[in-house]
């Protein structure tokens, strides 16, 4: 998992099928995320959170909803946007918080 600076800066890495690993997930903040898989790539709509409050962690909280929910459902597309939805959640909080499901619709 990466960001969205990361991806920038490494794209010629990125393509390269000697360096490359097998799976890679870009998050882009507010905007989509990205999933490259054996070759393909998808993106993932970020549900929009309505009142932003803070940003502070919420890189932290999609790595964690991705951890938590692909240890579950071993499966990536389930996790991203689980992630996507804690990290939304997280924004809309002050600070860095903890994020259970019960938080995430």
């Known amino acids: 998992k ?5 991806y920038e800066n490494n794209k010629r890495e990125i393509y390269n099928p000697e ?3 097998k799976t890679l997930i870009v998050t882009r903040g507010a905007d989509s995320t990205l999933f490259f898989s054996e070759g393909r790539r998808s993106e993932f709509l ?14 932290d909280t999609f790595f964690a909803g991705l951890v938590a929910n692909y240890t579950e ?6 996790a991203i946007n689980y ?3 804690a990290a939304s959640y997280a924004a809309t909080q002050k ?4 994020v259970n499901k019960k938080d995430i619709k």
């Open 83 to 85: 992630a996507n939805k």
């Open 19 to 21: 360096l490359f690993s």
């Open 95 to 98: 600070g860095v918080v903890i």
């Open 2 to 6: 990466i960001n969205s600076r990361e």
């Open 46 to 59: 970020v549900p929009v959170a309505t009142d932003i409050v803070d940003c502070s962690g919420c890189g």
């Open 73 to 78: 459902t071993n499966s990536f597309v389930s």
